[in-house]
C-alpha cells in the first residue's frame, strides 16, 4: 500500500473479538477513528488537549468492506489517506493490514463533515486544514 504515507500501530485487544475468535466487524470502526485522530494528530491539526467542540468533524458517510479475518495477536497497522477536499467535507480513505505481511483485512471510505458543535451546523474545512492536508498528500 505505498499510496499510503501515514500509519498507525494498533493492538488487537480480547475486548475486541466476537464468539467466532476474530475481530468483530464493529472494532474496524474504532481502528479507524483511532488511526484518523492520530493523522490528524501529526498534521498539526488537533492535539491532545484540544477539545472536538473548538473544529470538528461528524462522519457523514463510511464503507467498509471486509477482505479477511483478524484474529487476537495479529500485529496490525491502520492507513489513512485524505483522496478529496470539498468545500464543507473530506474523504478518507483507510486500511487495517497486517504490520508484518502487508495483508489486507478491510478497506474502507470515510466522508467527514467539518462542524460547528456550538452552532451545530457544517462550517467550510479550515484553510489551515485544507493547506496542510494538501501538502502532505500531494493534494
Not at 473548538?54 to 497497522?77: F, M, N, Q, R
Not at 463533515?113 to 489551515?128: A, Q
Request: hydrophobic share 35%; with cysteine.
Amino acid at each position: 500500500m505505498s499510496e499510503f504515507k501515514f500509519f498507525h500501530p494498533t493492538e488487537v485487544r480480547y475486548g475486541d473479538l466476537d464468539p467466532q475468535g476474530h475481530v468483530n466487524n464493529a472494532k474496524y470502526l474504532t481502528y479507524f477513528e483511532q488511526a484518523r485522530i492520530y493523522y490528524l494528530i501529526q498534521l498539526g491539526l488537533f492535539n491532545r488537549d484540544q477539545s472536538f467542540m473548538e473544529v470538528g468533524v461528524i462522519i457523514a458517510d463510511i464503507h467498509i468492506t471486509y477482505h479477511s479475518t483478524t484474529h487476537y495477536g495479529d500485529p496490525i497497522k491502520i492507513a489513512v489517506r485524505t483522496t478529496k477536499i470539498g468545500n464543507k467535507s473530506f474523504t478518507t480513505e483507510q486500511c487495517v493490514m497486517h504490520a508484518e505481511t502487508g495483508q489486507v483485512m478491510a478497506t474502507g471510505t470515510v466522508v467527514l463533515v467539518t462542524f460547528d458543535y456550538e452552532g451545530l451546523k457544517p462550517i467550510p474545512v479550515p484553510d489551515e486544514w485544507r493547506q496542510k492536508i494538501g501538502e502532505f498528500e500531494g493534494l
